[in-house]
């Protein structure tokens, strides 16, 4: 009978060892669980933080981009007016291939002679008598967009209409 009770006690705490282990392998389950769900929730994060620090360096850069070359824009008029009263062909190179370069860097003229006056994207500093009102008759100063968006407005005389 000895020996019965002692399988009897022998197996009582072999099955007590394995729920118990049992119950230790569930919490070991959760805990990992837990943890892989904080870590793709954590690497989430450092991949749209990665993707915001890209997307700012690229703000910086056109923001760098955008200050110089509004500030050129004053040496390519000089270039144009310099044109105007000097007829050099090295001259003309010259301007050629900076507006290629400022081309290149996403700057576009906007277009305004003859067209309809648009406040957005020119400024009236004159006004003289023409066939219809409102129309662009000269530009005293061209206005450029950078990428899309305006840099700089045209400076343009514009039209009224004369009074018979």
């Known amino acids: 009978m000895t020996d019965k009770k002692l399988d009897t006690q022998g197996k009582q705490t072999i ?3 394995l729920k118990k282990m049992k119950e230790e392998l569930e919490v070991t389950k959760k805990l990992v669980e837990e943890n892989k769900s904080k870590y793709l929730r954590a690497l989430a994060d450092y991949q749209n933080l990665e993707k915001r620090v890209i997307e700012q360096k690229g703000e910086i850069i056109k923001g760098a981009n955008k200050g110089l070359i509004l500030r050129l824009l004053s040496f390519l008029d000089n270039l144009e007016k310099a044109e105007i009263f000097v007829k050099d062909e090295h001259l003309k190179l010259i301007k050629e291939s900076f507006q290629k ?30 066939e219809k009102e409102g129309v662009v008759k000269e530009v005293l100063r061209k206005g450029y967009e950078l990428n899309g968006c305006i840099l700089r407005v045209a400076q343009v005389k514009v039209t009224k209409q004369k009074l018979t």
């Open 101 to 130: 370069l400022l081309h290149e860097a996403g700057l576009r003229e906007i277009i305004v002679q003859g067209k309809e006056y648009d406040p957005h994207n020119a400024e009236v500093l004159d006004v003289v008598e023409g």
């Open 15 to 17: 099955e007590d060892q």
